[in-house]
């Protein structure tokens, strides 16, 4: 039996939901959720306490893998796929910021996982607001490579998949890592029980 909920909404905001005068291209460990438009189940459903993947739903996993692939500096570390959003954790190596600002929230953590397959989307040139190699270059690239994906599939060109914001996370310290880990591993079982988010 699938679970059909909307219990993930993103307002309809478009200000920026992102810390103030944190530079998000820096070295980071960073806990990502990315709603599907709507709150809509476009990946799947929950059936036993376990997710069941659709087509759209194992390309957002594919996608999701190559990211490490196009992002060099990125290691991936726990995500999952729900039927309508995806948790991930991921960090940014390596790229330092010559301001220090937002320092305290951000102090680097050894990941133990490494992921890289496929082909994913070009990261293109950079938009307003985005620094190249950041987590917003990277999250709309992963958004990008999904949505075309998932629309040759479904033969619905120009379709939204996403919504337009998505809430991240910086993960400063080990203990939080372990937390966000454990968020990520008991999704499913939350979502059974109805708490899923």
């Known amino acids: 039996m699938s ?5 993930l909404r993103v307002p309809h905001s478009r200000r920026s939901i992102r810390l103030r005068g ?10 990502v959720t990315i709603c599907a438009q709507k709150g809509t189940s476009v990946f799947g459903s929950v059936v036993g306490g376990k997710v069941r993947l659709n087509a759209g739903g194992r390309t957002a996993v594919n996608c999701w893998l190559e990211i490490a692939t196009h992002f060099p500096n990125v290691t991936l570390d726990e995500f999952i796929v729900m039927p309508n959003h995806l948790h991930g954790i991921l960090a940014i190596n390596g790229i330092r910021s010559a301001i220090g600002v ?3 929230h951000a102090a680097p953590l050894p990941l133990t996982r490494h992921t890289s397959v496929g082909h ?6 950079a938009r307003a607001g985005v620094a190249p190699g950041s987590l917003g270059a990277i999250v709309r ?3 990008s490579a999904t949505t075309k994906r998932i629309n040759e599939i479904r033969q619905t060109p120009g379709e939204a998949v996403w919504q337009r914001n998505d809430y991240d996370r910086i993960i400063r310290n080990d203990g939080e890592l372990e937390r966000a880990r454990g968020y990520v591993r008991l999704n499913p079982v939350r979502w059974i029980a109805g708490g899923g988010s």
């Open 141 to 143: 690239s992963f958004k």
């Open 102 to 104: 937002g320092a305290q």
């Open 22 to 31: 944190f530079d998000y291209s820096r070295t980071g460990v960073y806990f």
């Open 120 to 125: 994913h989307a070009s990261r293109g040139p």
């Open 3 to 7: 679970v059909e909920r909307v219990p």
